[in-house]
Structures are given as structure tokens and as C-alpha cells.
């Protein structure tokens, strides 16, 4: 029995008993579960378990918990039971007094001796707070509710996914290290460490920082690393810079000639101070790469795992910090993984470039050895200067060149598998390439080509078929058709952004547009992609032109902008959606390489026309290091599998979670912080194991299925009561000549093909709709005996998928009154078009919803009586068609116009909600001319359909069989 095996014991004894070791199933696991606690029995402890987190999850203070927890003391007395404690802390200290088995290493990091801290009081060395990250893995292996619930995502060999690379464990790193590891350890088991750490604000405040550190598992899939439960915290690294800076740097003014070199030497410390939790966090690492350790793994029993580092994944300064590259503006060699020269600024070739340039390990080495020679060299406490040797300079030079930090790597002995290194495995992060870097950039660029070529400062005159005035101010309009972006079906990544005062208020100053980049207006990174959509086609055709001259005031000419930076923008938007890609066959990164080189040479084309405007022509060398990090992608997924896993938006979000809240409950001293909030999380963990205990004890059943996914099939739509249902009081489903409701229609619908009664009665009659109901439902209204209810309703949801139709909407109160009406896909019957079943485009205009009371044999009734109660939700849509025009314009998707229908009218129809397909997402074309009003069609009107698969490459694959109309 291995040392973690003896943890891992202690750790189920804790929560579930011992015997739950043995259990296969998740049955099994609740059947061998065995508290051992002599002070309360078990229903009264799951109790305890339960208050407890419910007090958590609604923020209770302690006075308002107390008052919760003196009713179930009444209730409690009056059965004759145990009384629990009456206090919330008195609750925690009862259910978490034994955690003796969570071990925190305490690290003692004393200052420089010879900077003699101690002249200006002080004293105190400091002190690092870590766990052990493969007793974090540990924990991991034996819970429940990753080994059961998730137990399909946790892979220990490599597997063939049809010749794809996806998952870490799919990978060909993973195949040539599983290989290497069986030559010597026949049993052995990879286990694929991730490790991640950022900086992160606590506050408002942006310098009250933390940086937690994080480990997960490439053993798990794409769908189970995204959540919290796949995460554990090794240590919270204090922000040094907010510990003494000001006074210890002053005081470094007597030791360093100047002020830059007493702050570098300060920086250089907080370095150490980072390495020292890198150091030990790779030797507990180390320790067991070449002998291997046992360990349970619940309902698989033993495996002698090989842990090893696969990758670290953060934004470009954490990495490099974990590189040793220096990190600012000015390096020479930024890039983590090849030599790629950023004063010369040419573009990365795939082909000739990567085994030319990539970094060599054996730097590494170089390194500590220069390291060693400035820990000797410099000034003498006496006075006199040693120097280097020629040969030590010549090795002093060959660091610098390389922009490597002159300090030992923690990472340079980690075991990294297949042909690893630090260098190799510092995989760049969607989230700050693409969301937080060329997006953003990219953004900025643009509104400063708007506002420029928008202005008679920087333009004289148009060599187009447009006069000037038609373009001058044109930036007003721009402004509003971004902040009045009609609402749209909610998808993966995207929420509309508003501006308050416009975008362009966030134009950069003449003297520094050449400079635009980085982040701008507070908003969050993911926010940019949205908004480069609403870019995209708030352009149209009238605010920059696709085509044509530019006639600058130096004489020269900015040809086709429109066009460049359309493209631009399309190209991004592509292949940031296809580096989400999950898996990866060779033709996709080969077609994802050739994009990635497309949209390098379209965002230099922006950065072009940006000199042609402000800066007469002369163009600068592009500074977006980022630009290159792209060229990296398919390297990294060639060889470790989908970049999802070096993506860090999951990571991101985790800090709420395991970083924010827990900061929330501690005493905010900051001497303190770290071993408060690892302590927190800790018990935070640890509660979220225990309320299984009381999940189990309230509704065994309800477990068992959502352990065993036990998901119903079919798609079932339920009425969104918030935003509103109004009865009808009566209706002539024979003449369709009078119908009552008990609400003014403007609050039913606005949409001007049913603005009043009379249009909905039209509809109805026209599509026969009681004949609808009675082949949907069985139900002939017409009959005497039939009893049924008729309202509208504003909204329907099913699972995932929310759609709406409602007069007002701001998507978290009542109060807006901008109406919103959803796109979707519907199936069609276009047999007799020889068509066979097709998806046609259309907008939900109402919703409504019949519930008919049906008499039956009381033994089917769920109520005991003789009626049984049958809902049909239908819906009005106004249908599209697809326009001829559509492959001729620059845009995400194809463009729709209105559907005409008889008497040249729109088309609309009446349909089960069943026979939605699927939401659209649908964006209105702006061109001259042209405006779209959600709510008041006109057959001017274009919009563009943008398919659910340019989002997610693989969760909304089309049905070959359907075409859509």
C-alpha cells in the first residue's frame, strides 16, 4: 500500500466511509456508504450537511442563518431529536473537524542577505503555502462524481479515435509516451498533469492581486475539463508588489546605481519567489515519474500511475515567466516556441521556419550556468568589481540574445513526456490570442479607419460613384447600428455588446492609432467577438465601401478598404471558431494552416490601410506578437491533442468559484491571504463532497439517474411564464370572425403582420387551424363535450434551447419595451415541390398554447379523476427565402429575404413547436438606404443567416437529408 493509497483511505473515511473503495457503481457506492460520526445520527447529520450548504449558496449572514437554524432546533424538540449547533460557524466546525488528513507545506523564502532588510524593520521572511498536486490528483481519482457521474471522460490509455485528434489521450504525444513508459514499466498508467497559473484581481481594485495555481488532468475530455470539479488549487503565490515594494525598493537605492536596477533586482526576487512553488510542485512530480505510485481509482480499482507534466497553459507573461523569457514590448524573441524575430517582423513560414527557429532545450542549461556567474560577479561589498571572463561574457551574450532570464528554470528537469520541454509546452491560449489580443486589436483598428476616413482631415476626395458628403459623419450612423442590434437566439460565445456614447468614443488620439492595441471600454474578453459580428454588418456598403479609391490628402490611395477589412474580420471569426475545434483529422489542420496564413497576410492588409490613412503611407513594422502565437495552433494540436485543453477561458471562469468566493470569507489581512484562502478552499472542496451525503439522503433516485445520465430523448417545450400569458376569453373556431382576450393586444403582439385580432383570425382560418389541433392532438374542438383553455405566451424553453416572441424583453427583467422575436429552422413537408422534407427560415411571431381537459379511464390519470390533461404548443411564423445575391457578398452566412405569400402578402403559417428544428441565428444586412425593424417587415429587408456549425464545428452538424430553403 502506497502512501497515497493510506491518503486516499483517510480521505473516503472522512466523507463516505471506507467501504465505498469497493464499489463499482454508483449503486454499489450508495449502498456502502457508512458515516462514522458518534455525535448526531445519520438523518440528522445529512441535515446538518444540507443547511450548511444551502446557508453557503445564498450568502446567509450569520444572524440570518442563526434564525433558519433555531426553526430546525424547534422542529427538532418537539420530535424528540438531537439538537444541532445554533450558530452557522458552530454547523462548519461540527461537520469539518476532522481535516487533519489535507496537509499544507509551509515554504520559508527568506530575503537577500545582502540587501539587509532588516535596517528598515524588517524582519519576517515569507512564507508559501502549497499542497501537494498528486494528492490533489488523488482526490480526484477516488470522486464520485468524476468516476461515476463522468466515468465515460476519464481516460488512462491512449486510444484510436477514428484517426482523429481530439482528447489529450488521443493525442500522438500521448501514444509516444505511453510507448516509451511500457518499454519500462509493463503497468504503468500516464497521467497527463496540466498545470495553469494567472494572476487574478480580487477586488475592483486591479493591483490587489493573487495568483493561484492550478492542476487538472489531460486524462479528462474536452466536456469534463470545463468544469470546477476537474480543478484543484496547489497554492495562491502573493502578490509581492503590494508587500513593502515602495519601501524595500527605496531602501535597494543605497545597493543599485539606479532606480530601474533596484526595481529589476526586486522583480528578480518575485521571480524566486514564483520558482520556489515551481521547484517543489515538479519534485513532488519528479518523485514518481521513473518509479510510478499506486493508487485507487474508485470503480477501477488499483493503477500504478506515472505522473508527468503535458503542458503549461496561461496567458503570454505567466508563460514566459515559466519559461524564463523576459517579457516586455521591446524583447527581440517573445515567442515561447521558436526564435521568431519580432524587430524584423516577418511572417512566420510554416514550411521553412519551424526547424530552423524552434527554441533548444539545451539553452537551459546556458541559463543556470549564467546564473551562477551574476551571483559572483558585480559589485564587491568592499568596493571592487569582479568581472566576467571572456568566455563567461561570451555565454552571458548568448543568454541575452535569446531574451532568456539569467535565473534557473524550474521546469528544465520536469518530466514532460514524448520529446517535451518547457518551450514545446507553453501552447498558446485561445482566449488571450484571439479574444483578448487580435480581436480587440483588430477592433481598434477599425474604428480608427472609420473615424478616419470618415473625417476631411485625412481625406480630400472620393474616387467612387459616392459624393463625399455621403460618407462625411457617417460615423453616427455606424454608432447606432451597433447599440441597436435587434435581439437574436442566445448562442455559444455570443451576447450582443453595447456602447454608452457609442464605440467611437473609444477612438485612440491621432498620436497613438498607430499604437492600437490592446483592451479599451471595461468589457469583458469574449465580449470583442460579438461585437466584431455586429462590425461586420453595421458596415454595410455605406460607411466604408467595399470597392473603389480613396484619394488621401498625400497624394496616395487606399484601394478596396471595405473589403480588406471585411475579410479581416471574416478570416478571425473563422478561425477562432475552428481552433474550438474538438477534433482534428489532417485535412482539417491543413485547411485551419492555410486559413491561419490567410489571415495573417488580411490583418496586415488593416494595419496597412490604417498607415495609409494617419500615418502618410509609411508603414511601420507590425508589433502584435499575438499575430504570430497563431502560427503555433496546429503545432500544439498536431502533437497534444485539441488546443480547448491550452484554452483558459474554463480556467477563467474557475476563479470565481475557487478563487473570488473564497477570498470572500477571509479576514483580508494580506500577511495572512494565501494559507486563508488555500485553507478555504480546502474546506470549500470538501463541503462539495458532503453534500452528496445529503443529495442521497433527500432523493436516492434522483442521484442514480443524474449519475447515470439518464436524459429523456424527446424535446419538450415548457411555457416561460415570465413573460407573460393572456387568456383568451373566447373564440368562433367556425367563422373565425370574433376572438376575445382578456389583455390589450398591443401586450400580446406588436409584430405588424399580427397587430391586431383580426390578422391572428386570418391566419387561422387561412391554415385551418382547428384541423391543425385535432391531427396534433386527437382533440375536435368543435365537439360540445370538449373542454380546453387558449392563451399566448411570450416565450418557450426546452433543455438548452430558449426562444421568444413577446412584446417586451431585456433578458433578465419585464421593464424593456423592446419586443424580440426568435429565428428558427422548422421541418417542412415539400413533397409536392418534389423537395421531400426541407428547413425553412422563419420568425416566430406568437405563441399559442391549448390545454384540453379529456375524459379517460381514471387508471391512466396521474390526479385520480376522469380527465386527462393533453398541452399543444403552436406557433405563427413568417417564413424567409434565400436570396440569389448571397455568395456575393462578404459575410459569415446567406442572406434571406421576406417570403411572399398569397395576394403578395408575407407568407405566414401556423406549426407545431415540435417541428422546430433548431434556433437560427439571424443578423440583419445594412446596406444604403435599408434599415431593419425586427417587428415591421419589409420585403427590402435582408437578413443573414449565420449556421449554428461556424460556432461549434461539431455540436450542430447538419442532417445531410434536409436541405434548408
Not at 517543489?280 to 480499482?301: A, F, H, R, T
Not at 512566420?348 to 521556419?353: E, G, K, L, Q
Amino acid at each position: 500500500i502506497s502512501p497515497l493509497m493510506k491518503y486516499q483511505e483517510k480521505f473516503l473515511s472522512c466523507l463516505y466511509g471506507i467501504g465505498t473503495l469497493e464499489s463499482i457503481s454508483i449503486e454499489s457506492f450508495m449502498e456502502s456508504i457508512k458515516v462514522v460520526n458518534d455525535d448526531y445520527p445519520v438523518d440528522t447529520y445529512n441535515d446538518m450537511i444540507a443547511l450548511m450548504n444551502l446557508s453557503t449558496e445564498c450568502a446567509m449572514s450569520n444572524s440570518r442563518s442563526r434564525q433558519l437554524l433555531q426553526i430546525v432546533n424547534g422542529i427538532y424538540k418537539r420530535v424528540h431529536l438531537k439538537l444541532i449547533p445554533r450558530s452557522l460557524p458552530g454547523l462548519k466546525s461540527e461537520i469539518s473537524k476532522n481535516l487533519s488528513h489535507y496537509k499544507i507545506t509551509n515554504i520559508q523564502v527568506d530575503w537577500y542577505e545582502h540587501w539587509k532588510v532588516h535596517e528598515i524593520g524588517i524582519e519576517d521572511p515569507i512564507f508559501i503555502h502549497v499542497r501537494n498536486p498528486i494528492e490533489i490528483i488523488s482526490e480526484m481519482l477516488v470522486d464520485p462524481e468524476i468516476m461515476y457521474k463522468w466515468k465515460e471522460h476519464v481516460h488512462f490509455e491512449y486510444y484510436n479515435d477514428n484517426n482523429r485528434i481530439g482528447n489529450v489521450m488521443t493525442s500522438p504525444w500521448c501514444a509516444n509516451t505511453q510507448a516509451e513508459l511500457r518499454q519500462r514499466s509493463p503497468q504503468g498508467t500516464l497521467l497527463a498533469i496540466i498545470l495553469y497559473a494567472d494572476g487574478v484581481a480580487l477586488t475592483e481594485n486591479i493591483h490587489n492581486l493573487i495568483t493561484p495555481v492550478i492542476c487538472t488532468l489531460g486524462n479528462f475530455s474536452q466536456e469534463l475539463i470545463t468544469k470546477d470539479i476537474s480543478k484543484g488549487t496547489i497554492s495562491y503565490i502573493p502578490n509581492l508588489r503590494d508587500l513593502h515594494e515602495d519601501k524595500i525598493v527605496k531602501h535597494l537605492r543605497k545597493i543599485y546605481p539606479t532606480l530601474d536596477s533596484a526595481k529589476k533586482a526586486y522583480r528578480s526576487f518575485e521571480r524566486h519567489i514564483t520558482r520556489t512553488v515551481w521547484d517543489y510542485i515538479i519534485k513532488e512530480i519528479n518523485s514518481w515519474w521513473q518509479v510510478g505510485i499506486n493508487m485507487y481509482v474508485l470503480g477501477q480499482g488499483v493503477k500504478l500511475f506515472h505522473p508527468c507534466v503535458s503542458f503549461m497553459v496561461g496567458d503570454m507573461p505567466s508563460q514566459n515567466d515559466a519559461a524564463g523569457i523576459k517579457n516586455s514590448a521591446k524583447v527581440r524573441y517573445p515567442c515561447t516556441f521558436c526564435l521568431y524575430d519580432a524587430w524584423k517582423a516577418k511572417k512566420y513560414n510554416v514550411r521553412t521556419d519551424v526547424q530552423r527557429t524552434y527554441r533548444d532545450s539545451n539553452i537551459l542549461e546556458k541559463v543556470k550556468k549564467a546564473e551562477i556567474i551574476l551571483n559572483r560577479v558585480g559589485d564587491n561589498m568592499d568596493g571592487t568589481m569582479i568581472l566576467p571572463s571572456d568566455k563567461e561574457k561570451k555565454l552571458l551574450d548568448r543568454v541575452n540574445i535569446l531574451c532568456m532570464v539569467p535565473m534557473r528554470n524550474a521546469f528544465q528537469d520536469a518530466p514532460m513526456g514524448y520529446k517535451g520541454d518547457i518551450f514545446n509546452a507553453t501552447p498558446p491560449c485561445l482566449l488571450h490570442v484571439f479574444c483578448g489580443g487580435l480581436m480587440k486589436t483588430l477592433t481598434k483598428f477599425i474604428i480608427s479607419i472609420v473615424e478616419g476616413i470618415c473625417s476631411p482631415k485625412y481625406i480630400t476626395n472620393l474616387t467612387t460613384n459616392m459624393t463625399h458628403g455621403e460618407y462625411y459623419n457617417k460615423h453616427v450612423l455606424f454608432n447606432d447600428r451597433i447599440d441597436s442590434f435587434p435581439y437574436t437566439t442566445r448562442m455559444p460565445h455570443l451576447n450582443w455588446t453595447r456602447f454608452k456614447g457609442g464605440i467611437l468614443k473609444h477612438n485612440c488620439k491621432p498620436k497613438q492609432v498607430l499604437y492600437a492595441t490592446g483592451s479599451f471600454g471595461g468589457f469583458r474578453s469574449t465580449s470583442f467577438i460579438s461585437l466584431l459580428v455586429q462590425i461586420l454588418y453595421s458596415l454595410g456598403d455605406d460607411i466604408i465601401p467595399e470597392s473603389g479609391h480613396y484619394r488621401l490628402r498625400n497624394g496616395r490611395e487606399a484601394k478596396d478598404p471595405g473589403k480588406r477589412i471585411k475579410v479581416a474580420v471574416v478570416l478571425l471569426l473563422d478561425v477562432y471558431f475552428d481552433s474550438k475545434r474538438r477534433q482534428w483529422s489532417d485535412d482539417n489542420i491543413s485547411t485551419f494552416r492555410a486559413n491561419v496564413t490567410k489571415l495573417y497576410d488580411s490583418f496586415i492588409s488593416v494595419w496597412n490601410l490604417l498607415h495609409e490613412i494617419y500615418n502618410e503611407g509609411k508603414l511601420r513594422k507590425n508589433p502584435v506578437i499575438k499575430l504570430h502565437s497563431i502560427m503555433h495552433i496546429a503545432d500544439f494540436i498536431e502533437s497534444k491533442g485539441s488546443s480547448n485543453y491550452s484554452n483558459t477561458d474554463h480556467l477563467e471562469r474557475y476563479h470565481h468559484y475557487g478563487t473570488k468566493t473564497v477570498y470572500a470569507r477571509t479576514s483580508k489581512r494580506y500577511a495572512n491571504l494565501p494559507f486563508e484562502m488555500l485553507n478555504g478552499i480546502v474546506l470549500k472542496e470538501h463541503n462539495r463532497r458532503l453534500a452528496l451525503l445529503s443529495k442521497i439522503s433527500q432523493d436516492p433516485i434522483k442521484v442514480q439517474n443524474e449519475y447515470r445520465n439518464t436524459e429523456k430523448t424527446s424535446v419538450e417545450y415548457r411555457v416561460i411564464r415570465k413573460f407573460g400569458t393572456t387568456s383568451v376569453s373566447s373564440i368562433d373556431w367556425v367563422n373565425y370572425s370574433n376572438l376575445e382576450v382578456q389583455a390589450r393586444w398591443e401586450m400580446i403582439c406588436l409584430h405588424d403582420c399580427l397587430n391586431e385580432p383580426s390578422k391572428l383570425l386570418d391566419v387561422l382560418k387561412e391554415k385551418n387551424f382547428s384541423q391543425l389541433v385535432m391531427e396534433d392532438l386527437g382533440i375536435d374542438l368543435l365537439a360540445v363535450d370538449t373542454n380546453f383553455k387558449l392563451y399566448f405566451a411570450g416565450g418557450i424553453s426546452s433543455r438548452d434551447i430558449t426562444l421568444f416572441a413577446c412584446t417586451k424583453y431585456s433578458g433578465t427583467t419585464f421593464k424593456s419595451s423592446k419586443p424580440r422575436y426568435d429565428f428558427v429552422l422548422i421541418k417542412e413537408d415539400w413533397t409536392a415541390w418534389n423537395k421531400g422534407m426541407v428547413r425553412v427560415l422563419a420568425q416566430i411571431l406568437l405563441f399559442i398554447v391549448i390545454e384540453v381537459n379529456v375524459k379517460c379511464d381514471r387508471r391512466n390519470c396521474d390526479n385520480g379523476n376522469d380527465q386527462l390533461k393533453k398541452q399543444g404548443v403552436f406557433c405563427v411564423v413568417q417564413t424567409l427565402q434565400e436570396t440569389s445575391a448571397s455568395k456575393k457578398e462578404i459575410n459569415l452566412g446567406r442572406s434571406y429575404t421576406w417570403q411572399r405569400g398569397n395576394h403578395n402578402n408575407f407568407n405566414l403559417s401556423v406549426v407545431n413547436v415540435s417541428s422546430i428544428e433548431e434556433p437560427a441565428f439571424v443578423v440583419p444586412e445594412y446596406k444604403r438606404n435599408r434599415i431593419c425593424t425586427p417587428y415591421a417587415p419589409s420585403f427590402s429587408d435582408v437578413y443573414n443567416m449565420i449556421p449554428l456549425n461556424f460556432f461549434d464545428r461539431e455540436e450542430w452538424e447538419q442532417d445531410d437529408d434536409l436541405s434548408v430553403i
